[in-house]
């Protein structure tokens, strides 16, 4: 297979730093990116529902749309579902449909948050009778991991309060902490629970899992089935998301990602569309663990993002080929060169190392690696000639909606 001069200039160049191309292309090629089932259909905004032509109405559509993602960029092999907008009578069927499309299902997403029942919260609710409901719903959503094979139960809550006076805190923590025991309990062999957690919104005044301490200290109270994921969006301005990788990664805690961009607060915008540079630097301390023999990780990589404005699809395919290209630079950064730079406390040439692998054009690289795997070189434009946009929208009309709509 004939690459390009671009290509080849760029291998030549890497070669000399010591950076091994086929090594590089190696781990672009095992790349995982799971999209979310929420991302192919009409969704809620804060204000309303913009609808779209063509967005997927079920279940079964929202699978063909994560498979056609899959089939351009060749790296997002499975989808993540939302119980109970992706519900369904028959799971083997669900679960064969997704493999017909050479696709699998991922993580299991419960929803506790959307029925009016949880207006004052769901396992922080005041009332027993509501925090059974979420805890029951949740249960379903392990019996439904078992039904499809999924190994991930992803829980977001957004319990919180509004007003001081309004709960107490610490009976709060406990609701929330007797709740996560007993579904962590119904956890089957060889799956995990991710604690996401958020900081602000719909609850202003406080959160019960406002921050990653909070979700690292359940995680710790539940065991080792039991981590953190990490939403690039639920975070004050400023934080320091890669110093908070680093530091799950190092308590064997960091579970997993939910990737998108924000400028403001969770505005779910594509991922790398804001400060692709903080994305850069992210994948720089988890390609760091993924390269020290010493660190085990286990990190499930996953969109979360509700694409009203971008056509759904050709929004994916644009997330997880930015994702592609942040994984690429930071497995371009020299370790070696770094660590020794940081030990002789040699500042100005430990960050030029960082700038060097951020800036370098690796859209060469990421081109022969498609080539490589089968995959047009070019996935947002391939898909753009391919007509699925022109075929869903004249097929999905009327029918059934996602349930946020």
Known sequence: MS???????????????????ETVKAHLKQQHIETPSWG????????????????????????????????????????????????????????????????GIGAINPNVF??????????????????????????ECVDIMKKTRSDLLSLWFADGTNFPGQANFRKRKQ??????????????????????????????????????????????????????????????????????????????????????????????LTVGSINPQELFLIYTELVAAELDPETETDIAYMIDQSHNLKPKVEASIQ??????????????????????????????EAESILQRASETDVNPLLEQVRLEMGRDPHPLTAYRKSGYYEKISKARVGGESQGWA
């Open 3 to 21: 690459s390009s001069p671009a290509y080849n200039l760029l291998a030549e160049t890497l070669e000399k730093q010591g950076i091994q191309i």
């Open 40 to 103: 192919y259909g009409n969704s809620g905004t804060r204000f309303g529902v913009f609808e779209q032509p063509g967005a997927a109405r079920n279940a079964a559509e929202r699978l063909e749309d994560a498979a056609t993602v899959h089939r351009f960029t060749g790296v997002a092999p499975t989808v993540a579902l939302h119980i109970p907008w992706d519900k369904t009578d028959d799971w083997e069927g669900l679960k064969q449909y997704a493999a017909d499309l050479s696709i």
């Open 114 to 139: 959307q029925d009016q029942v949880y207006k004052l919260g769901s396992v922080c609710n005041p009332s027993t009778e509501i925090r059974r409901l979420a805890i029951d719903h949740m249960l």
């Open 175 to 268: 609701w929330m902490t007797e709740a996560l025991s007993e579904v962590y309990d119904a956890l089957p062999d060889a799956t995990r629970m991710l604690i996401e957690y958020k900081f602000f919104e719909p609850a202003f005044y406080h959160t019960d899992l406002a921050d990653w301490g909070t979700a690292y200290l359940m995680a710790m109270k539940l065991g080792t089935k039991a981590q953190v994921l990490v939403d690039l969006g639920h975070h004050p301005q400023g934080t320091n998301i890669e110093f908070i990788v680093a530091y799950l990664i190092d308590e064997g805690k960091l579970g997993g990602f939910h990737f998108n961009s924000r400028k403001y607060a969770d505005d779910d």
């Open 319 to 348: 997330s997880v080929c930015n994702l592609q290209k942040a994984y690429a630079k930071a497995l371009l950064v020299d370790r070696e060169a770094l660590a020794a730079a940081q030990d002789a406390a040699d500042l100005v």
